[in-house]
């Protein structure tokens, strides 16, 4: 029985990760849950599943509860988080929003946990630290994201070594094929209409501006120690086909399925066995009857070449300015204080004017991400 730790389990990847559990409880417990301002959906989880620990944003909802639920360890904030991720659980699941999973993982990292990471801003602006710490302390790093989930697939049984590329593969979003007079006028509610997947709000604008897929770049070279050389995006509208590997023989593996984040989720919760569903697989003859694929407007969606630009001086401040701006300014767009377009204009001024530092340990990895923050926020003021 696997004690689990979830850290935002009342978003999208928490909730579906809470009904794998739901559906397999001889094998899974919830031991820890957390959330931001969802509080009374963290509540009825907290009925629902008597957790040793919750966690709350601020200490007001986490007081409140504690006079509720008796049964429950309740903290708050991120020393919160950090309890929840170093407590007595078998595997954290680390389902947070943006730079808030940092510290958690690193910490976890260091207590040698095993983590299923659906945090990527956790390696974007912490990938060395972070893989050094789960080198240095045995810990281990499961994939969560559906494209990396699927790489690791590709790759059981084979050696990097023989790696000639990994694939990443995109839906493109609501505005495939747009150019940029039409990217000019998109509103939020257009922008937060995915084609395909159920995410939660700044991860789908992020696959709007086809940023998530830049950032996804930078976790993947982080996750399986392959430059940013080899790795490859192409947009595949389909979503079927979630990453592949090509080897230096030729042979190309993919992972396919439909899209369905409750897949990769459980893969990374049952490691290293697969946790058997009622769900069926693909119909071939109609679901994955007609797959395309298709190079990136990285013109248009200027957002990849940032990405790829920040990791390729891999051991510099570039990726935690690219994570930080970014956050800040889709949240400026969801407030509709910007525009659609602002987002990648911006990061890439800011990158444009950023003084590269090196070797950085976290706390210096955190000071950034404030100071980057603070400047995009006075950009725009």
């Given at each position: 029985?696997?004690?689990?730790?979830i850290l935002?389990s009342?978003?999208?990847i928490?909730?579906q990760a809470l009904d794998?559990i739901s559906?397999n409880?001889?094998?899974?417990k919830?031991?820890a849950?957390s959330c931001?301002k969802r509080?009374?959906?963290?509540e009825?989880?907290?009925?629902k599943?008597?957790?040793?620990?919750a966690v709350?944003?601020l200490?007001?909802?986490?007081?409140k509860l504690?006079?509720?639920?008796?049964?429950?360890?309740?903290?708050?904030g991120t020393e919160?988080?950090?309890?929840?991720?170093t407590?007595?659980?078998?595997?954290?699941l680390?389902a947070?929003v943006?730079?808030?999973g940092l510290l958690?993982?690193?910490?976890a990292?260091l207590?040698?946990?095993?983590i299923?990471?659906?945090?990527?801003?956790?390696l974007?602006?912490?990938g060395?630290v972070v893989?050094e710490a789960?080198?240095?302390?045995e810990?281990t790093?499961?994939p969560v994201?559906?494209?990396?989930s699927?790489?690791m697939q590709?790759?059981?049984g084979?050696?990097?070594?023989q790696?000639?590329?990994?694939?990443?593969?995109?839906?493109?979003?609501?505005?495939r094929?747009w150019?940029?007079?039409q990217?000019?006028?998109?509103?939020v509610?257009?922008?937060?209409?995915?084609?395909?997947?159920s995410?939660?709000?700044k991860?789908?604008?992020d696959?709007?501006?086809m940023?998530?897929?830049g950032?996804e770049?930078i976790e993947a070279?982080?996750?399986f120690?392959?430059?940013?050389?080899?790795?490859e995006v192409?947009?595949?509208?389909?979503?079927?086909?979630?990453?592949?590997?090509e080897?230096c023989?030729g042979s190309v593996?993919?992972?396919?399925?439909?899209?369905d984040?409750?897949?990769?989720?459980?893969?990374a919760?049952?490691?290293?066995e697969r946790?058997?569903?009622?769900e069926?697989?693909?119909?071939f003859f109609t679901e994955?009857?007609?797959?395309?694929?298709e190079?990136p407007?990285?013109?248009?969606f200027?957002?990849?070449?940032l990405?790829r630009?920040?990791?390729?001086?891999?051991?510099s401040?570039?990726?935690?300015?690219?994570?930080?701006?970014?956050?800040v300014l889709?949240?400026?767009f969801l407030e509709q204080?910007?525009s659609f377009?602002?987002i990648?204009?911006?990061?890439?001024?800011?990158?444009?004017t950023?003084?590269?530092k090196?070797?950085?340990?976290?706390g210096?990895?955190i000071e950034?991400?404030?100071?980057?923050?603070?400047?995009?926020?006075?950009?725009?003021?």
């Amino acid at each position: 029985m696997k004690k689990i730790a979830i850290l935002g389990s009342t978003g999208s990847i928490g909730t579906q990760a809470l009904d794998v559990i739901s559906k397999n409880s001889d094998k899974f417990k919830v031991y820890a849950l957390s959330c931001d301002k969802r509080v009374d959906v963290l509540e009825e989880q907290i009925k629902k599943f008597a957790p040793k620990i919750a966690v709350t944003t601020l200490e007001s909802d986490a007081l409140k509860l504690s006079k509720q639920y008796p049964n429950t360890e309740f903290y708050f904030g991120t020393e919160g988080l950090i309890c929840a991720s170093t407590s007595d659980c078998d595997l954290v699941l680390n389902a947070l929003v943006g730079i808030s999973g940092l510290l958690p993982t690193y910490e976890a990292a260091l207590k040698g946990k095993e983590i299923a990471l659906a945090n990527k801003e956790t390696l974007v602006a912490g990938g060395s630290v972070v893989m050094e710490a789960v080198k240095k302390h045995e810990a281990t790093l499961l994939p969560v994201d559906s494209e990396h989930s699927a790489i690791m697939q590709c790759l059981s049984g084979n050696s990097l070594k023989q790696v000639r590329k990994l694939i990443l593969t995109a839906s493109g979003g609501p505005f495939r094929g747009w150019s940029l007079a039409q990217l000019g006028k998109v509103t939020v509610e257009q922008a937060l209409k995915h084609p395909n997947w159920s995410m939660g709000s700044k991860i789908t604008i992020d696959s709007a501006t086809m940023m998530n897929k830049g950032l996804e770049i930078i976790e993947a070279k982080w996750l399986f120690d392959i430059p940013e050389s080899k790795i490859e995006v192409l947009v595949h509208p389909q979503s079927i086909v979630h990453s592949m590997v090509e080897y230096c023989d030729g042979s190309v593996m993919a992972q396919m399925g439909k899209p369905d984040m409750r897949v990769p989720i459980s893969y990374a919760l049952g490691y290293p066995e697969r946790i058997e569903t009622e769900e069926r697989g693909l119909d071939f003859f109609t679901e994955a009857k007609n797959l395309t694929f298709e190079k990136p407007d990285e013109n248009t969606f200027r957002c990849l070449k940032l990405a790829r630009f920040a990791i390729k001086d891999e051991n510099s401040s570039y990726s935690v300015v690219l994570n930080a701006a970014n956050e800040v300014l889709v949240q400026l767009f969801l407030e509709q204080k910007i525009s659609f377009l602002d987002i990648q204009r911006n990061i890439e001024k800011i990158l444009e004017t950023h003084t590269p530092k090196y070797s950085q340990d976290i706390g210096a990895i955190i000071e950034l991400d404030k100071a980057v923050r603070q400047e995009v926020t006075h950009m725009q003021s």
